[in-house]
Nanobody, 116 residues
Framework: QVRLVESGGGLVQPGGSLRLSCAASGSVFSINTMAWFRQAPGKQRESVAIITRGSSIYYADSVKGRFTISGDIAEKTIYPQMNSLKPEDTAVYYC??????????WGQGTLVTVST
């Protein structure tokens, strides 16, 4: 069974930085994408950054220029570096892995709070 373990969330002041990490355990083949999503209170879950098997990376417009995702799908680990954080970045951040035709795995989520 594939599990995703996230870490790195916490409280940070506006303008600060945080680095999250996501590591997948268990056997998994043909990973198509690994990604980070977030869900703010009262809002729908939204995509933040996606890295594909071909190493293409896509960012939400709201985080372009501030967030950078690195890592290696082959190693089943990804690390979003979040800079210039804003209060509107406050959310629970979830790691996601999709593989094969139907495998869709979510992590437990890690809370990021941007506040003074």
């Amino acid at each position: 069974q594939v599990r995703l373990v996230e870490s790195g969330g916490g409280l940070v002041q506006p303008g600060g930085s945080l680095r999250l990490s996501c590591a997948a355990s268990g056997s998994v083949f043909s990973i198509n994408t690994m990604a980070w999503f977030r869900q703010a209170p009262g809002k729908q879950r939204e995509s933040v950054a996606i890295i594909t098997r071909g190493s293409s990376i896509y960012y939400a417009d709201s985080v372009k220029g501030r967030f950078t995702i690195s890592g290696d799908i082959a190693e089943k680990t990804i690390y979003p570096q979040m800079n210039s954080l804003k209060p509107e970045d406050t959310a629970v951040y979830y790691c996601n892995l999709r593989a094969g035709l139907r495998l869709d795995v979510w992590g437990q989520g890690t809370l990021v709070t941007v506040s003074t």
